[in-house]
């Protein structure tokens, strides 16, 4: 994935085309708890109605979610508090903003700071807003930055804001993304297991492992140190007739993701928590329909 692109910059492209397909959005009220103690959640960006965070903070309450997951940094803390107390909708993770642009796998140390300081901001963000989460994504590898070097590099740095997780009560959760990094199992693993930290684990995207990968298969592999699920999915025909990108524009269920197998790893891991659709932005009624195939895959 090139640097200057953002990491949703792709859900927008589709996002007329999943609306289309979603099913219609039920009369009935919507599910008051998540299937078998999973709670779900979807992006901030997600939620098209609403011109206030109140006002989308309780739409998704209405239709049965648990929570969203914000950006950091990007919101006024009053504002989110607010919405929280109003709807009682949960903040369950932030999701970090400023990793691509600022690394901390970087050459250039003042990037690296930069990229260090803004995941220390975030990991503050997040224990204002009640989150136990900031989704991080650790390195970019590219043609100015070898595999070796940012797994070193991007090491370093983490260590740096662990102290700071450890006293605020917030995880560092690293995510498996196309940055071409941490690409197996076994590798992310150990990269984990190398800060010896409970502050420190994995925001498991399993949509972006299905286009190298099956999910399931990490899933057990990763086990405990899952902290966190993306809920998105991925056709590989789609990715192979027309492009990689074009890979995530289907809706749940409708690509290549085994989801009874990947519930089957969960439970398997002992995994109950939150799982955050992070697919393309809709209206109210789209928005039900995530929220009715969230039920139906947590519920396998």
Not at 56 to 82: C, M, N, T, Y
Not at 161 to 166: D, E, M, N, V, Y
Not at 170 to 184: G, H, Q, Y
Request: aromatic share 8%; net charge positive; proline share 5%.
């Amino acid at each position: 994935m090139n640097q200057n692109i953002e990491r949703r910059t792709f859900l927008a492209v589709g996002a007329a085309s999943l609306a289309a397909t979603a099913a219609p959005a039920d009369k009935a009220e919507p599910k008051s708890k998540t299937p078998n103690g999973f709670k779900k959640a979807t992006k901030h960006y997600m939620v098209k109605p609403g011109k206030t965070l109140v006002e989308k903070f309780q739409l998704l309450k209405d239709l049965g979610f648990d929570g969203i997951e914000l950006d950091s940094p990007r919101h006024d803390p009053k504002e989110v508090l607010a919405a929280k107390e109003k709807t009682g909708l949960e903040v369950p993770g932030l999701v970090g903003s400023a990793h691509w642009g600022s690394p901390v796998s970087d050459p250039d140390a003042a990037v690296r700071a930069k990229g260090l300081e803004a995941l220390k901001k975030g990991l503050r963000e997040a224990k204002e807003f009640g989150a136990s989460t900031l989704l991080f994504v650790p390195a970019v590898v590219g043609k100015k930055t070898s595999y070796a070097d940012a797994y070193k590099r991007s090491q370093e740095e983490i260590r740096k804001a662990i102290p700071l997780a450890k006293e605020l009560g917030v995880k560092i959760a690293i995510e498996n993304v196309w940055n071409n990094f941490l690409l197996s199992p076994l590798e992310m693993a150990k990269y984990i297991d190398d800060f010896e930290s409970d502050h420190v684990g994995v925001h498991f995207d399993v949509g972006n492992i299905i286009l190298y990968g099956w999910p399931e298969q990490w899933i057990r592999t990763l086990g405990k140190r899952i902290l966190k699920l993306d809920i998105k999915e991925f056709s590989r025909t789609r990715c192979d007739k027309e492009g990689r990108w074009k890979g995530f524009e289907v809706p749940l269920m409708k690509g290549d993701c085994d989801w009874p197998a990947v519930m089957k790893a969960l439970k398997d891991i002992k995994y109950v928590g939150w799982g955050a659709a992070e697919i393309a932005a809709g209206d109210k009624e789209y928005l039900a329909g995530v929220a009715r195939d969230m039920d139906t895959i947590f519920g396998f």
